[in-house]
């Protein structure tokens, strides 16, 4: 059932094309589009009657009661490991089109030291497999320490998963699915980006129902997202074999530093985690910013350096903390647009990508970090798809 790959962590990254589209179609409706809503007649009633249904057809339907967004003030997400990793791009994403303060957990954290209430909160739990008993046991406290609080301090619980019958259904009363099939390798992938979409998806919906963009700025951003499935193809074709030879490269190799910033921070956290679990290499995520602040003492030539440096508002900033580290004799490899001569220049080595807006850059740049964990970790031999002392889920806590 490996359908021809070496292992399921391959076979998955290659079915993200996809994983991908069906998410995209399962929420974002065909028949509304930029010239047809580009309009003030497009904007929905002003002040819906909960449970109403919209007079128009609106760009994303995630079958959420309209209750759960009435004045909300602040949304909070719970999630473990990777789920975290979406939740920080789902963080970036909701802030930014939707004008929303959004915090992001370590579920396990949050247990034992919960910030302070806030009023008109959306919660949303982040797991693939819906169970993860931290995730788990930190939502079941905020739903406890909320209920019999007054009406704004209502829980309103969401939960993001690939399992509609796991046990985060029994406790969340609003699922949003993530469609990516069963995944089998321990290391999250389609999961992960399917959970990527679907924060796409909750924040485009939250920026066009609080009227935070304009329908021609959705149109324009859901018109990006339909591309992203032949453009994941494109990358995964062009780079397979790529990967795959430079992977010996790194026979000896025992530290790895990932550097992102803004919405490819998350990114830079999720391409070291992949590669620690599968390859059992150091590897650390940084904000290309802070690398200054500590990690750069750890620079030589004996540490690779692996920077997302996509276009857009920190694309110059990352350039810069990029020729920093080389000026370390480290090693650069660069996760950047195609046909970019300044990249070029910056980098030894390239992992191009089809150029996007930045917004949506994250989905593209994490696919040469998930060939790059997969190939080191196959080349040295090691059992990629149950990696020593990691579970799929994890259900103890
Ligand atoms: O099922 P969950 O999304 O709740 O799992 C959370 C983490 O255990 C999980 O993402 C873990 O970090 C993966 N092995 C990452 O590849």
């Given amino acids: 059932e490996k359908q021809g790959f070496r292992h399921f962590m391959l076979k998955e990254i290659f079915e993200q094309p996809g994983v991908v ?38 760009p994303i339907q995630l079958g959420l009661p309209e209750s759960l967004y009435e004045n909300l003030e602040h949304v909070q997400i719970l999630a473990c490991g990777t789920s975290w990793h979406a939740s920080l ?14 915090m992001v957990q370590y579920a396990s954290e949050f247990r034992y030291a919960p910030s302070p209430l806030t009023r008109n909160t959306l919660t949303i739990g982040v797991t693939q497999s819906g169970e993860t008993a931290d995730t788990l046991a930190a939502l079941e406290m905020e739903k406890r320490r909320r209920i019999g609080l007054g009406q704004e301090y209502q829980p309103r619980l969401v939960g993001i998963t690939n399992r509609s019958e796991s046990s985060l259904a029994h406790l969340v009363p609003h699922i949003i699915e993530t469609f990516a099939g069963m995944e089998i390798g321990v290391a999250a992938t389609k999961t992960f980006v399917t959970q990527l979409v679907v924060f796409y998806c909750l924040a485009l919906d939250l920026a066009y ?67 620690k679990e599968v390859s059992y290499i150091h590897a650390e995520g940084y904000p290309a910013g802070e690398m200054k602040h500590g990690p750069i003492a750890l620079l030589d030539s004996k540490v690779p350096v692996v920077a997302i440096a996509m276009p857009g508002t920190v694309y110059e900033k990352v350039l810069s903390n990029a020729q920093e580290a080389k000026a370390r004799d480290a090693r650069l490899i660069g996760v950047t647009p195609m046909h970019d001569p300044e990249a070029a220049q910056t980098f030894d080595i390239l992992l191009s990508v089809p150029v996007v807006e930045e917004l949506l850059s994250p989905i593209l740049a994490v696919m040469p970090l998930q060939l790059l964990a997969y190939h080191i970790a196959a080349r040295r031999g090691l059992d990629v798809d149950q990696p020593r002392n990691l579970a799929k889920s994890v259900t103890v806590e």
């Fill in 21 to 58: 589209r069906t998410c995209l179609e399962a929420y974002i409706s065909s028949d509304w589009s930029a010239g047809e809503n580009d309009s003030s007649s497009a904007i929905p009633d002003q002040n819906p009657v909960a449970g109403d249904t919209p007079s128009i057809t609106t």
């Fill in 89 to 102: 791009v789902g963080k970036y994403l909701i802030e930014q089109l939707a004008g929303i303060p959004t």
């Fill in 209 to 275: 129902q609080r009227q935070t963009l304009p329908p021609s700025r959705i149109a324009e951003i859901i018109a990006g997202l339909r591309q992203l499935p032949s453009q994941i193809e494109l990358v995964l074709s062009r780079q397979e074999h790529y990967l795959e030879e430079l992977a010996h490269e790194f026979d000896e190799t025992q530290d790895f530093i990932f550097l992102g910033r803004g919405i490819n921070f998350p990114i830079a956290l999720e391409g070291a985690l992949k590669l």
